[in-house]
């Protein structure tokens, strides 16, 4: 039986310098200053918390370790808008499989512009091209490059992919992460998504005041609140907006 390659990335250590100040962003952020180590599932690891509570900077400090720009696409396209900003990486050590993923790529919501027009101009392409990212809605785009160019035998980092999704292209996005998983791909994800969530047996690892921890997906804030609401909707919503 052969040996399986995954987890691609088995787990970041963190070694943090002398120099670091503290008291500064990302460092005074409890889920990095806690930082010792993450172990990663061979499919599927989201990254869940409110806010500012750093699963971004960490998904994005991966990445960047990983030889990404931090703006994201594929390791050829390296756009670093606000590299000064993202220091992390520095501090982070990587412990990877034997074998190299044939395919990567880093998703990242709020700067896929920029990447969809560096890639134009790659291909020589016009933002009215049809088969330019821009020529489709931010939805319709990032499907395509989860459908489309995600080729199987990677190593996907996605930050917040939901956020352009109605909750039928979450299903469906669910579908494909599962298919490209079955073609020896894994994928971690920081989400807001419940639907994205329910991804079977994933390990969630939910960043809060006292670091990181471990939690089972009916355990979430996303679970619970999500259920509750659908199920009580009509009283949450006189609770909420203070209405008869």
């Not at 930050?159 to 996005?173: G, V, Y």
């Not at 969530?197 to 996303?222: C, M, Q, R, W």
Request: net charge negative.
């Amino acid at each position: 039986m052969a040996l399986s390659a995954k987890p691609y990335l088995q787990r970041i250590t963190a070694q943090f310098g002398d120099d670091v100040d503290w008291d500064r962003h990302p460092y005074n952020v409890p889920s990095v200053r806690e930082l010792e180590s993450i172990s990663f599932h061979p499919d599927v690891t989201f990254f869940i918390g409110e806010n500012g509570a750093g699963k971004s900077t960490m998904l994005e400090s991966i990445a960047l370790a990983l030889g990404f720009g931090i703006d994201g696409g594929s390791r050829n396209i390296s756009l670093n808008t606000a590299l000064e900003a993202a220091p992390l990486h520095q501090s982070l050590r990587l412990s990877k499989s034997f074998k190299t993923p044939r395919d990567r790529y880093f998703f990242r919501a709020e700067s896929f512009h920029n990447v969809a027009t560096r890639m134009d101009e790659i291909f020589g392409r016009t933002s009215a091209s049809s088969d330019s990212l821009h020529a489709r809605s931010h939805g319709e785009a990032f499907m395509a490059v989860l459908l489309e160019k995600f080729r199987g035998n990677g190593l996907y980092l996605l930050d917040e992919p939901e956020a352009a999704l109605s909750p039928n292209r979450q299903l469906a996005a669910l579908s494909a992460i599962h298919q490209l998983v079955r073609d020896d791909s894994q994928f971690i994800i920081a989400t807001h998504s419940p639907i994205l969530l329910s991804y079977p047996n994933a390990k969630i690892l939910l960043f809060d005041g006292s670091g990181i921890t471990e939690v089972a997906y009916e355990d979430t804030e996303h679970f619970a609140i999500t259920r509750d609401f659908l199920n009580h909707y009509p009283r949450r919503l006189q609770q909420l907006l203070d209405i008869e």
